[in-house]
């Protein structure tokens, strides 16, 4: 398919109104890709009349209606989801096969959200006097200002999409620039599903320039952000000056640990393949491996074995296992941490440079740290890229004491055969998701958020779409 490149403004294909664009670099290559609008005032104002413009239609439509919407921008996804992906590598970097798998969750999210567009419930209140009838009914907040990443631009750009559409808002989303066009394929989709115009809405261009605008317009009643937490600190400080809501799914630092009680080396090859899964450029990556003293050499032994088997390469090869990082800017973080442990006094076990015979593209080899402390950068800062620091824990007590030491609170992870273990570390982790004996948590249809620094409020689930709605109680006396 030929990826859309321009912008989609009530449900129109439009580019700048000065003519400006901005180009999209191919991670693997380095080479220009394509190019993307950069918005201007006027255009931005154009997409803000069209939102508000298309929540007023569209909050009169039917739950049924919005549900067969969002049905059937589900099977067009999907219909679609290898053109797509094959977009979603060129521009972003991602391995084909983790492309796509990203394609068939944001069929999902669609797909999850038809169902809760028909389940939005009010309720009655049986009050103080039978002449009095209290009544809450749910209603769509009104036009969202939506800020995807580059890391799942899909997938998260449908976590704010569906619901919005669900509860009858209208949504302007500001693609990431490393990878416009995979989202501009969704707005292509949304046309194609019958989604009236003004509904949905992309601006492409300079990303600070496009929040404080949108956000500072008036129009604007709800706003989501997928980013790091400067960005979102810098959002909620606009959002503030106009007293609107905010979800924030912000940075994460997930700890990891393996139980002397678990199948020790099934947990290292999991682990492994999980946390290089798209370059660790993952917001609830596994990211810090606490492992029980007794069994830390035969995890790291496994661990190692399976990150050196990771075929580097082309992502548009179906046999690639890791592919570019995103940027250059995270290759030079990523070079950062690792020059910073190791002058601390980690060692590299594997990795830890750019792999041989890559003169171009972003790349840089999957990395196991071992010997690591706290008071190295690579323990602290959330790394967003291929760097596994593995160190150890004596009770349980003790790896809850490790993991919790940190402002995030995304996710965490746990790996034993005991369920007590399983309990209590779920319950004692300071995190807003679990996973226990796996690392793939994501999924439509269960909240996806967290706590700390990590942000507030959760996209997916039931629970995703109440911030798509406000609460509206009615006293009527008879």
Not at 1 to 13: C, G, L, S, V
Not at 25 to 38: F, H, K, L, R
Not at 178 to 189: G, N, W
Not at 243 to 269: K, N, R, T, W, Y
């Amino acid at each position: 398919m030929t990826a859309p490149n321009d912008m989609f403004i009530d449900a129109e294909w439009t580019v700048a109104s000065d003519g400006a664009r901005e180009d999209i670099v191919n991670p693997a290559t380095e080479e220009t890709a394509d190019s993307v609008p950069i918005a201007t005032t006027a255009d931005l104002d154009r997409a803000l009349a069209a939102a508000d413009r298309g929540w007023r239609q569209w909050r009169q439509v039917d739950a049924w209606t919005r549900s067969a919407a969002l049905r059937k921008l589900a099977g067009i996804t999907r219909d679609r989801a290898d053109e797509i992906a094959a977009v979603l590598t060129e521009e972003q970097g991602k391995p084909l096969a983790e492309a796509r798998g990203e394609l068939a969750a944001t069929a999902d999210q669609f797909d999850w959200y038809a169902d809760e567009a028909r389940r939005i419930y009010g309720r009655a209140i049986d009050g103080h006097s039978r002449q009095h009838r209290l009544l809450v009914m749910r209603q769509p907040i009104g036009p969202v200002a939506a800020f995807v990443p580059w890391n799942f631009p899909a997938l998260l750009a449908a976590r704010k999409i569906a619901p919005a559409i669900a509860s009858g808002c209208s949504i302007i989303v500001k693609p990431p620039i490393e990878a416009p066009r995979t989202v501009l394929c969704l707005a292509q989709a949304c046309d194609d599903a019958g989604i009236p115009a003004g509904v949905v809405n992309m601006v492409t261009g300079n990303s600070a320039r496009i929040s404080a605008h949108l956000i500072g317009s008036g129009v604007i009643r709800k706003v989501s952000l997928t980013g790091s937490v400067p960005v979102g600190q810098q959002i909620l400080k606009l959002c503030a000056e106009q007293m609107i809501p905010a979800s924030m799914e912000l940075g994460g630092h997930s700890p990891v640990l393996v139980f002397e009680d678990a199948d020790v080396e099934g947990a290292a090859e999991t682990c492994a393949r999980g946390k290089f899964r798209n370059m660790g450029q993952v917001c609830i990556s596994a990211s810090r491996f606490f492992v029980q003293e007794a069994v830390v050499d035969r995890f790291t032994q496994r661990f190692v074995e399976v990150t050196r088997s990771l075929k580097i390469g082309d992502p548009s090869q179906p046999d690639t296992d890791a592919g570019p990082l995103a940027n250059q800017r995270r290759v030079e973080a990523t070079t950062a941490l690792v020059a910073d442990a190791v002058a601390n006094g980690a060692t590299i076990a594997c990795g830890g440079s750019r792999p041989e015979g890559f003169d171009k593209g972003f790349f840089f080899e999957p990395t196991v740290l071992c010997g690591v402390n706290t008071s190295m950068k690579v323990m602290t800062d959330e790394p967003f890229g291929p760097i596994a620091p593995i160190t150890t824990f004596t009770d349980l007590d003790d790896a809850l004491a490790r993991a919790n030491d940190t402002d995030f609170g995304l996710a965490g992870y746990v790996f034993t055969n005991n369920t007590r273990t399983a309990f209590l570390a779920s319950e004692g982790l300071d995190v807003g998701m679990v996973g226990v004996n796996n690392l793939v948590i994501a999924t439509a249809e269960a909240p996806f958020g967290g706590i700390k620094d990590s942000g507030f409020g959760r996209e997916g689930g039931a629970e995703g779409i109440e911030a798509y709605t406000v609460a509206k109680y009615v006293n009527l006396l008879l």
